[in-house]
């Protein structure tokens, strides 16, 4: 606890967030959905790590696919981490996917997220939760 008796703002440095089952859409025939972006405006991000899950019934043989990727405040997205699924589960990222996704020095924006199907229809849902530190 902070004694603040004059009430002047207080700044600190960094916060923890949490960002729970953001709806990622799923694109079919093997194109990926609209971009799904996690940020801590006006924060930046400076740790994040996420849970994919995917829920619902796949048909024969589908295939969901999801791809992370970082954006940074100079307009530079990162590679890309690729999840494939086969049936409904949840997944962290490890700290080797992190590793690909981090340069060696740059300011994070947010996470984008996107995901696809193989099929031409599917009723699954992929969500993407997660925890952080933003300053």
């Known amino acids: 606890m902070i004694h603040n008796p004059y009430g002047i ?15 990622i859409p799923v694109g079919v025939n093997s194109q990926y959905g609209a971009n799904v972006t996690i940020e ?11 849970r994919i899950q995917v829920t619902g019934s796949f048909s024969n043989n589908e295939t969901i696919t999801v791809r992370i990727r970082l954006e940074f405040a ?41 995901a696809q199907s193989s099929s031409s229809s599917t009723n699954a849902e992929v969500t993407i939760s997660g925890y952080g530190t933003a300053g």
Not at 9 to 23: H, L, M
Not at 79 to 89: D, E, G, L, Q, R
Not at 92 to 111: A, C, E, F, H, K
């Open 9 to 23: 703002w207080i700044s600190g440095v960094g916060s923890a967030f949490e960002r729970q089952n953001q709806n």
């Open 40 to 50: 801590t405006l006006p924060l930046k991000i400076i740790t994040f790590t996420p």
């Open 74 to 114: 100079d307009n530079v997205v990162s590679s890309s981490v690729i999840k494939t699924f086969t049936n409904s589960t949840a997944v962290w990222l490890t700290n080797d996917d992190m590793m690909q996704l981090y340069p060696s020095q740059d300011v994070i924006w947010g996470v984008v997220a996107d």
